[in-house]
């Protein structure tokens, strides 16, 4: 698994706010939904913005690079970032 | 036979490009997903015969969804002799993953950069003549959709074919180490042939997505949206419908009656008021099919499904379910068996089983044809379009409730995860493409179950010849009192009854067989049926027809995607009862009222 950033401190992908921009440290989640989260662009190191926030703690829009990916917030709980 | 396979993740537009080499109608739509099984076709390439295989999207090598099973399983037991990699061009930073993990393999490949319409739209370069130097493999960019780059691309796949594949690597093992080889790769081939800009365009996607997912106008929108398409489907749909029929009505007077009179009269009248009647009733209706899937396209192409997935997630979230299910909720408004199939894009048995349960309450289109039918003959002009669009609201509180009262048995903690692709419009050969698929799949259908289920009603309708047709004497009175008890409480005769044992095959037959019935079609069938039954019988009647169970193939695809008879067996179970009980409210409801 990638390892942590240590230089900034860290907080989740779900506790970012619609155009905040963060770089993933490390993503803690079980085998399956890891590889699945690779393969839609999830590395760490790369840069995440997180684009809406759907009502009533729908799911999160968020854009890395040219791929937007809808996902939940237990799931982006899982996803490690910095702000930048 | 050499082989070719469409391999690459979902949405990158192989059943496009397979559409295009092969003539073939896979279904194309922009949602991942679309494609879940295998499809195949042939051409002449190069002097011989090849055949190419459409697969479902993979992630990646070793996707735990049944679908990337699908493709796994393929590769291991047929390895191809050529694999087409397709990526989208506009992702290819995060696609390449897979292109990496495949070369792996040591495949025969040609890698195609799919989509190049798009990556140019927004900017993005690929210099794919330094990237095949870079990974050893030929690339091409090039647009399945428009076409843009295809005869190149196909040169090469045809030179490509003349050095089969080595055999096959075994599969990838140590996950962690090649993907951080892969990652270096990756980096590698990025910085020397791609340029994508730092900052995309405000494109028309994300205008249009400010409003279509605007926090509180977003859900609003998206019913007005599906009022407005029901509301065309009606508005357009009926009127052709009634002309369709009227003219083969008239076709019965003027040419058929003649030249079948010298027929003794009991031949007559099966082919004439039976075969003719009810077939000629249930083709009425293929206009109206054809428009309404033309909707359908447009929807499913639009990219628009994904984002009433993340609209609906949280609803969904509460019963158990996900934002992917309630997409497969309104691709059965098309047909149930492929929204059945689609859940294979779900890893968790539970929620796939959940899902699976609902999808037969989704008001597919061949209920749509007895709804339009029905309502027309039933309510005033202005009515009948919100009758029917209520209908589609009790197809979706079915659902709801199912799901609710069973969600407890099927616990799940399936993560939701889901590309969100770019609004995209289909061309007018995708449109036309997918009306004649479904006329082609109505034919197979009405060959298939309307012929027969019509001439088994006549012969229901007229059997013993000693009694009056259509009396309680006849099979079908006597088959209609057995059931009165239950039905009677519903406010359905015994005619309907009869209706609705045949609709218990397949929908279509359900017009088809009243008008056997009532020895009538189109108009006048109409106005039969609006001289016996008052709105609450006929509503009721609807109600029960909505949710008492899709159909024989809907049924017989439930039971191959759960493997598990018991559970088809419930879901039938249940969806009887809860159609009884619905029905029942109504009817007795609404009497009590007054009405
Ligand atoms: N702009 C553009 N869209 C494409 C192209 N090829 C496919 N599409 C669209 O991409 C979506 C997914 O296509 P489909 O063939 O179903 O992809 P599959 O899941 O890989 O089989 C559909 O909306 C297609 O119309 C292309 O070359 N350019
Ligand atoms: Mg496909």
Redesign the pocket.
């Known amino acids: 698994m990638p390892s942590t950033n240590l230089t900034m401190p860290s907080t989740t992908l779900a506790t970012l706010q619609p155009g905040e921009f963060a770089t993933i440290a490390a993503i803690h989640a079980d085998k399956a939904l890891h590889q699945r989260l690779l393969a839609l662009g999830f590395r760490s190191g790369k840069q995440v913005e997180l684009i809406r926030k759907a009502i009533f703690s729908g799911p999160l829009q968020v854009r890395i690079g040219t791929t937007d990916i809808l996902l939940r917030r237990s799931e982006a709980a899982k996803i490690m970032v910095c702000k930048t | 036979m050499k082989r070719i396979a469409l391999l690459?993740?979902?949405?990158?537009?192989?059943?496009?490009?397979?559409?295009r080499i092969t003539g073939g109608a896979?279904?194309?739509?922009?949602?991942?997903?679309?494609?879940v099984e295998l499809l195949s076709g042939k051409i002449l390439l190069g002097g011989d015969m090849v055949e190419i295989i459409?697969l479902?999207?993979i992630y990646d090598l070793h996707g735990f969804s049944d679908d990337e099973q699908v493709v796994r399983h393929f590769l291991h037991d047929n390895v191809p002799d050529l694999a087409l990699v397709?990526l989208n061009a506009t992702q290819i930073e995060r696609q390449m993953s897979l292109l990496l993990q495949l070369k792996q393999l040591n495949m025969n490949a040609v890698v195609l950069l799919?989509?190049?319409?798009?990556a140019k739209k927004y900017g993005i370069s690929v210099d794919s003549r330094k990237m095949s130097e870079l990974l050893g493999m030929p690339i091409f960019l090039?647009?399945?959709?428009?076409g843009t780059g295809y005869p190149e691309a196909m040169q090469a796949v045809t030179k490509a074919l003349r050095y089969p594949t080595p055999g096959m690597a075994e599969l990838l093992r140590s996950q962690l180490e090649q993907d951080e080889h892969i990652e270096a790769e990756m980096a590698r081939v990025m910085k020397h042939a791609v340029q994508i800009p730092a900052q995309l365009p405000e494109n028309l996607t994300e205008k249009l997505d400010h409003v279509m997912l605007h926090p509180w106008l977003g859900l609003p929108i998206f019913f007005f949206i599906m009022y407005l398409l029901f509301q065309g489907v009606f508005l357009l749909g009926q009127p052709l419908q009634a002309g369709v029929a009227e003219m083969l009505t008239w076709l019965r007077e003027v040419a058929l009656e003649p030249a079948l009179s010298g027929l003794p009269a009991m031949l007559n009248g099966l082919l004439l008021d039976g075969v003719y009647n009810g077939v000629a009733t249930v083709a009425a209706f293929v206009p109206l099919i054809v428009l309404f899937f033309l909707f359908m396209a447009m929807v499913e192409?639009s990219?628009y499904l994904s984002r009433a997935a993340f609209l609906m997630d949280v609803l969904m979230a509460r019963l158990g379910l996900d934002g992917r299910g309630f997409v497969m909720l309104l691709m059965g408004f098309g047909c149930n068996v492929p929204a059945l199939m689609g859940t294979r894009v779900m890893r968790s048995r539970a929620m796939r089983l959940l899902t699976m349960l609902v999808i037969p309450f989704s008001l597919c289109s061949a209920r749509l044809q007895v709804f339009v039918f029905i309502t027309a003959a039933l309510f005033s002009p202005n009515a009948a379009p919100v009758v029917l669009f209520s209908l589609y609201l009790f197809s979706f509180a079915a659902a709801i409730l199912t799901a609710l009262l069973f969600k407890s048995k099927f616990q799940n903690s399936e993560p939701f995860v889901l590309e969100l692709?770019p609004y995209?419009f289909?061309?007018t050969r995708?449109i036309v493409m997918r009306g004649w698929q479904e006329i082609q799949h109505f034919l197979r259908r009405a060959t298939k179950f309307i012929i027969a289920g019509v001439v088994l009603v006549w012969l229901l309708t007229n059997l013993p010849p000693s009694a009056t047709p259509a009396s309680s004497d006849t099979l079908a009175g006597i088959i209609g009192s057995l059931l009165h008890p239950i039905f009677a409480p519903l406010g359905i005769n015994e005619q309907l009854t009869i209706a609705l044992i045949f609709g218990f095959v397949a929908k279509e037959i359900v017009i088809g067989s009243l008008a056997v019935i009532y020895g009538l079609s189109g108009e006048a069938l109409g106005g039969a049926l609006g001289q016996q039954l008052d709105w609450v019988q006929g509503y009721s009647f609807m109600l029960f027809t909505l949710i008492y169970t899709p159909c024989l193939s809907a049924i017989a695809t439930l039971r191959s995607e759960s493997k598990n008879l018991g559970y088809t067996l419930f879901s039938i179970g249940w969806s009887l009862t809860l159609a009884w009980l619905a029905s029942f409210a109504f009817y007795q409801g609404a009497r009590a009222l007054g009405y």
């Open positions: 690459g993740m979902p949405n990158t537009g192989k059943s496009t490009l397979f559409n896979a279904r194309v739509g922009n949602w991942p997903g679309i494609t459409d479902p999207g397709i799919n989509m190049a319409d798009e090039l647009s399945g959709k428009y192409d990219g692709p995209r289909p061309t995708q």
